[in-house]
């Protein structure tokens, strides 16, 4: 029945990851990489809405901010990734991305008020990385693996942990916001640090466990 087919799929994505590491890994990064963005989009519409109350003056930031983003990954991927990625071990590059995200929520977590722009540099950090330095090294996990691994691996983690990490962190929130009240910038600061701290276990847990010379992978 419907049932057993879940229980079967479930059964097979957990043999997948036990036999796959590397798999698992990403999994629990793509989560944490996703509760993160999501936790900073939250974050960045209510600064901007407190910060700039006027609809199209808050328009115009917010075409600005994501003209930005495009700009800033565009030009990472074509004119940095690709004299890069030949240079730099992917598994430093898994490491330094979400270091990078801890920094900017320490930042934040130092002001009682975070204001709008250092609230956007974080947010633009995440959405640029995602669009083009995570994308790469993201693929590149699944060139050395076989032909199921990698079907499998992509439909699990690429729609399922994507969704997961999105809309669990969403529910979260309206959760928090429904027992506690409401879930002030400082709260989301905190939060931000949290996931922050979050990404970067699960991150570097990712690079020990990829093949190379600084990742460990399996022998």
Known sequence: GPGGKGHGARGSTKDLFARVPVLGALYRETLACQGLSSVLSVMFFRRLTETVPNDAERAGWTGKFYAATNLVSGTM???ILPFAMGRIDPAWIWRSMPVIMTVLAAAQCMHPDPPLKLVAVAFLAMKGMEYSVRGVVN?????PLDFESRYVGKEVIGVFAYRLGKSGTSLALSAASAVFGDVGL????MLTAAAAATWCGTAWRLADLLPGKEGGGAD
């Open 139 to 143: 693929e590149m996990v699944y060139v």
């Open 186 to 189: 400082r709260d989301l600061s």
């Open 77 to 79: 991927q074509f004119g």
